[in-house]
T-cell receptor, first 116, second 112 residues
Framework: DAGVIQSPRHEVTEMGQEVTLRCKPI?????LFWYRQTMMRGLELLIY????????DSGMPEDRFSAKMPNASFSTLKIQPSEPRDSAVYFC??????????????FGSGTRLTVV | KNEVEQSPQNLTAQEGEFITINCSYS?????LHWLQQHPGGGIVSLFM???GKKKHGRLIATINIQEKHSSLHITASHPRDSAVYIC??????????????FGKGTHLIIQP
């Protein structure tokens, strides 16, 4: 398996533009997580899905952020409009999930977003 | 609030030294992870623990459930071990319980 695949690896955009980050989880993993990493706050959970259904989005900073998982092999995290404070590394991770007794995670390589 | 505390924040040691990184958390957990993040930015899961001890090569992770504390040890440290080590826990309960809560990380530098 190629692991969790994220794209793009780097994104530089101007303030006010829409940004879409993409993630392909490991096949067969029931859970997909979006995390954000900044120098100030470290790693934080934004939202997670179980079987393509959003379970908890309480970590999403505001309405400018939205996430979807239209099928088991694809998820997007969208920021519209983007702001400089959104600059961070965004990680996607997938897991078989705790309810199958397996708490193991696999992380993608991350998308480094810079909003200027 | 469910919190995860790591210490030290920064650690510089000489090649060959025995390294210990500590993690404590505020309430009972379902699982604890030790993650490694290299300067390139990728995150690798080193261990997942819910009790006892695990060993992989020169790395050893232990957890004491009663004391709500875990340690990551590196024996015979090497410059390639230089990375940020992150402790992350899964707290039981509803709402976000399946996601991880992270410590701030320990920045380890091993000098030759």
């Amino acid at each position: 398996d190629a692991g969790v695949i994220q794209s793009p690896r780097h994104e530089v955009t101007e303030m006010g533009q829409e940004v879409t980050l993409r993630c392909k989880p490991i096949s067969g993993h029931d859970y997909l997580f979006w995390y954000r990493q900044t120098m100030m706050r470290g790693l934080e959970l934004l939202i997670y899905f179980n079987n393509n259904v959003p379970i908890d989005d309480s970590g999403m900073p505001e309405d400018r952020f939205s996430a979807k998982m239209p099928n088991a092999s694809f998820s997007t995290l969208k920021i519209q409009p983007s702001e400089p404070r959104d600059s961070a590394v965004y990680f996607c991770a997938s897991s078989l999930g705790p309810r199958r007794g397996n708490y193991g995670y696999t992380f993608g390589s991350g998308t480094r977003l810079t909003v200027v | 609030k469910n919190e995860v505390e790591q210490s030290p924040q920064n650690l510089t040691a000489q090649e060959g030294e025995f390294i210990t990184i500590n993690c404590s958390y505020s309430v009972g957990i379902s699982a604890l992870h030790w993650l490694q993040q290299h300067p390139g930015g990728g995150i690798v899961s080193l261990f997942m623990l819910s009790s006892g001890k695990k060993k992989h090569g020169r790395l050893i992770a232990t957890i004491n459930i009663q004391e709500k504390h875990s340690s990551l040890h590196i024996t015979a440290s090497h410059p390639r071990d230089s990375a940020v080590y992150i402790c992350a826990v899964r707290f039981p309960g509803g709402g976000g319980a399946d996601g991880l809560t992270f410590g701030k990380g320990t920045h380890l530098i091993i000098q030759p």
